[in-house]
């Protein structure tokens, strides 16, 4: 049973982790 909400869900916490760590590099990068 997959729950479309779920699936959003789960997506955008991927997109978050994502975007986290290419802000981290980025900060990273001018420091």
């Known amino acids: 049973m997959t729950?479309?909400?779920l699936e959003m869900h789960r997506?955008?916490?991927?997109?978050a982790?994502?975007?986290m760590?290419?802000?981290l590099?980025?900060?990273?990068?001018?420091m």
Do not use: K
Not at 11 to 15: D, H, S, T, V
Not at 25 to 30: G, H, L, W
């Open 3 to 5: 729950d479309p909400q």
């Open 21 to 23: 760590c290419a802000a």
């Open 17 to 19: 982790m994502i975007g």
């Open 25 to 30: 590099v980025v900060y990273v990068a001018t």
């Open 11 to 15: 997506a955008l916490y991927l997109a």
